[in-house]
């Protein structure tokens, strides 16, 4: 095995050595909602150019309303819940799989009776993401399912 090369183990409430992180430090437009960062942040991790996260969204809450330049690549792996994915509001299901691509507003949500965790592969250096305001929300969802979903 080469130098840097690793196992993270699961453990029943996360993974070895990876401490749960806030999911963000301000704004209310998230709820219950942890990131656990498993590949792609630490120092032994410089030649990955991607990062590897897990979020977990406890029954009820649900990820930011965003959008951004970089793309996502998602994973459901635990639990079921719905997402936003521009003007559409989609139900998840354990292991389906979303391409978020640029510029898409997006938002997860734990609210089919059931916590909601997914794997998201990102690039490693990236661009923040945005909070979409009144107007752009008007001019990309309308009156649709998906304007009534979204939590800001």
Not at 28 to 51: A, C, P, V, W, Y
Not at 112 to 140: I, N, T, W
Request: glycine share 8%; hydrophobic share 30%; net charge negative.
């Amino acid at each position: 095995m080469k130098k840097n090369s690793k196992i993270i183990r699961k453990t029943e409430s996360g993974w070895d050595g990876i401490t749960p992180k806030e999911y963000k430090t301000s704004g209310t437009n998230f709820k219950d909602i942890t990131r656990h960062s498993l590949l792609g942040e630490g120092e032994d991790e410089h030649e990955l150019n991607m990062q590897t996260r897990v979020f977990r969204v406890k029954e009820g809450g649900y990820s930011s309303l965003e959008y951004h330049r970089h793309p996502h690549s998602v994973m459901i792996v635990e639990g079921k819940g719905s997402m936003i994915l521009g003007d559409e509001v989609h139900d998840l299901n354990t292991f389906d799989v979303v391409y978020i691509s640029p510029e898409t507003l997006h938002q997860f949500h734990a609210d089919k009776g059931a916590p909601l965790s997914f794997l998201c592969v990102v690039d490693r250096y990236r661009d923040k993401p945005s909070v979409p305001g009144e107007k752009m929300l008007d001019e990309v969802m309308g009156d649709s399912e998906a304007r009534r979903k979204a939590r800001l």
